[in-house]
T-cell receptor, first 113, second 111 residues
Framework: DADVTQTPRNRITKTGKRIMLECSQTKGHDRMYWYRQDPGLGLRLIYYSFDVKDINKGEISDGYSVSRQAQAKFSLSLESAIPNQTALYFC????????????FGSGTRLTVV | AQTVTQSQPEMSVQEAETVTLSCTYDTSESDYYLFWYKQPPSRQMILVIRQEAYKQQNATENRFSVNFQKAAKSFSLKISDSQLGDAAMYFCATSYGKLTFGQGTILTVHP
């Protein structure tokens, strides 16, 4: 099994729908992150959590919310999806400080039509 | 705030040749780390190499090496003896608490 599991792998949804992307990890890492990847923009941070009771906004948090249900689970929600939220979304984990890099999930390709 | 710039949207190389991918960054921190990630068509993010900013010696991992110029805030990746499996998107990133990524460079390897 993968260390960081994202579900679903691909999803098509309609404008205005609420959608949740889920992430679970078996690494035992405290820190978890949500990024989105867009062509020409690289990966940009949406939200991050350094432990279960710690949630922080990243550089592009508008239109998104998160929930850290447990150390191992970190979900990203789009309350009312819009077409410009079409992107590849990554969940990642790290030990205290990403000095050894992150462990990434395999990504969720989200299309909003 | 940290910023990372990859000025080469696309690069190509012949198999067995050497290619260098460029990256510049800006940070006000003194203790940080730099990374190169590879993203093949499978879209998995794979750590290629990391560099600790306080170490002057350039990191090397097999065919991959970096040229770290701290004063110039430059962190380029050199791939030697390029292989078809090296074809991918490459991201440069810097960290101080959180990873900040560049825009990516698509590398094509020609047989």
């Amino acid at each position: 099994d993968a260390d960081v599991t994202q579900t679903p792998r691909n999803r098509i949804t309609k404008t205005g729908k609420r959608i949740m992307l889920e992430c679970s990890q078996t690494k035992g890492h405290d820190r978890m992150y949500w990024y989105r990847q867009d062509p020409g923009l690289g990966l940009r941070l949406i939200y991050y959590s350094f432990d279960v009771k710690d949630i922080n906004k990243g550089e592009i948090s508008d239109g998104y919310s998160v929930s850290r249900q447990a150390q191992a689970k970190f979900s990203l929600s789009l309350e009312s999806a819009i077409p410009n939220q079409t992107a590849l979304y990554f969940c990642a984990t790290s030990v205290r400080g990403p000095n050894y890099g992150y462990t990434f999930g395999s990504g969720t390709r989200l299309t909003v039509v | 705030a940290q910023t990372v710039t990859q000025s080469q949207p696309e690069m190509s190389v012949q198999e067995a040749e050497t290619v260098t991918l460029s990256c510049t960054y800006d940070t006000s921190e003194s203790d940080y780390y730099l990374f190169w990630y590879k993203q093949p068509p499978s879209r998995q993010m794979i750590l290629v190499i990391r560099q600790e900013a306080y170490k002057q010696q350039n990191a090397t991992e097999n065919r991959f090496s970096v040229n770290f110029q701290k004063a110039a805030k430059s962190f380029s990746l050199k791939i030697s003896d390029s292989q078809l499996g090296d074809a991918a998107m490459y991201f440069c990133a810097t960290s101080y608490g959180k990873l900040t990524f560049g825009q990516g460079t698509i590398l094509t390897v020609h047989p």
